[in-house]
T-cell receptor, first 112, second 117 residues
Framework: SQQGEEDPQALSIQEGENATMNCSYKTSINNLQWYRQNSGRGLVHLILIRSNEREKHSGRLRVTLDTSKKSSSLLITASRAADTASYFCATDAPPSGYALNFGKGTSLLVTP | DAGVIQSPRHEVTEMGQEVTLRCKPISGHNSLFWYRQTMMRGLELLIYFNNNVPIDDSGMPEDRFSAKMPNASFSTLKIQPSEPRDSAVYFC???????????????FGPGTRLTVT
């Protein structure tokens, strides 16, 4: 079942601009992860943020988590054409936490 | 490490035929997941294994689908008989999970694009 829901569904920006994608979910979580999928390829893990964390950085990526609002955001700063891809949030939920529930993704297009 | 390996990368078959998809997880990972991705339904979890044992197969759409993990380095997803609506990209992913669940990221294979005509 899908829990995460990304917004917007599609985003088009120019190189150098920042891209912000949002994810909302419905039930309590252990952690939330963001993945990237280039066209025709498998998903690649970007960053994991635990439920007791509020913000995390990795290179040009910044992820925030607001458990009271059940939402997360992914910010890509100084975007590049190579960032063009679909971005998915995924949540795992108690009690087992084994499985990940993926949203339908945000399709990001970065034009030179 | 070679990452998660899936075969075949592409499969075209006729309706009614048996299809077997294969996956080799990353060595040392103890959890394995099979997903299906379509434009309409997005990424759906079909089944996952922990330490070679199926934990939850509630995502398997019908009895036509079956999955096995005979050892820690190999898993198969079988569709018999196949139908056109099974056309999708099937991904295998592996992960190192702690005792309290999926504490770590999942590593995805390149996927198998299945077309059933």
């Amino acid at each position: 079942s899908q829990q995460g829901e990304e917004d917007p569904q599609a985003l088009s920006i120019q190189e150098g601009e920042n891209a912000t994608m949002n994810c909302s979910y419905k039930t309590s979580i252990n952690n939330l992860q963001w993945y990237r999928q280039n066209s025709g390829r498998g998903l690649v893990h970007l960053i994991l943020i635990r439920s007791n964390e509020r913000e995390k950085h990795s290179g040009r990526l910044r992820v925030t988590l607001d458990t009271s609002k059940k939402s997360s955001s992914l910010l890509i700063t100084a975007s590049r054409a190579a960032d063009t891809a679909s971005y998915f949030c995924a949540t795992d939920a108690p009690p087992s936490g084994y499985a990940l529930n993926f949203g339908k993704g945000t399709s990001l297009l970065v034009t030179p | 490490d070679a990452g998660v390996i899936q075969s075949p990368r592409h499969e075209v078959t006729e309706m009614g035929q048996e299809v077997t998809l294969r996956c080799k997880p990353i060595s040392g990972h103890n959890s394995l997941f099979w997903y299906r991705q379509t434009m309409m339904r997005g990424l759906e979890l079909l089944i996952y294994f922990n330490n070679n044992v199926p934990i939850d197969d509630s995502g398997m759409p019908e009895d036509r689908f079956s999955a096995k993990m005979p050892n820690a380095s190999f898993s198969t997803l079988k569709i018999q008989p196949s139908e056109p609506r099974d056309s999708a990209v099937y991904f295998c992913a592996s992960s190192l999970s702690g005792t309290s669940g999926s504490l770590y990221e999942q590593y995805f294979g390149p996927g198998t694009r299945l077309t059933v005509t």
